[in-house]
């Protein structure tokens, strides 16, 4: 068959001759809705937004909580990492007087202090200095406070307060009513109770914190009393930095 009875495949020798240039082809670019020049300040590498990785909304919520949850814990840390420099580096010293008391440097006092301060230093913690004295009523030789302790650094103040407390009640006799009280400017931890033995009932307080553990007994006192008096008698002999 003769390509003559099809006249319309012939190139019409009128249509306009193809130029080449050097821009590169844009295909399928969509005019402006203004109509005015395209914007080719656009990056041509940019990446598809059928090929870019999609987040689900399940996945951003968890990412969230994930974030949340880390910056809580840095923030309890943080808090935590604060009050042991503050108070790790904590001294103990015992003045002639406190309070109205005056130590008993009798040898039977001298003893029965060292005897604390030896059992402290054998099952509480690794003390960088210990203490142990009789503190005098000159009003009441029966009101006598013994207080004994050491400094150190203290990684868990209250777990160590509670040994304390363990140690004293295998040789006092069970304590009970065991409550935690105010600790007063200085902070840690404070817990008071009563130790039930032989002897009659004893006011036992005692205050934990990460530079020191120190506990006094007050025969002839309740407890509001004997809490008061050691925030009292702490105020004085604890130093820091």
Known sequence: MSDASHPDRRPSVDAAPIELTSEPVVLDQAAPRDGGPTDSSAPSGSEDRSTAPRWSRRRTIVLGAILTLALVAGVGFGSVGWRILQEKDATLSIPPEIAGLRQDTSMRARETADYLRIGFTADIVDTDESIGVVYADPDAPDRSVLLF??????????????????????????????????????????????SRGDGGDIAICGWADHGSVVMAMFPGRDLGEAAALLRTIRAAIQQRG
């Open 149 to 194: 302790g050491g400094t150190g650094l203290v990684w868990q103040p209250e777990r160590d307060l509670d040994r304390l407390f363990d140690l004293v009640s295998e040789g006092e006799g069970t304590i009970g009513d065991l409550r935690t009280v105010d600790a007063g400017p200085l902070g840690g931890v404070m817990k008071c109770g009563t």
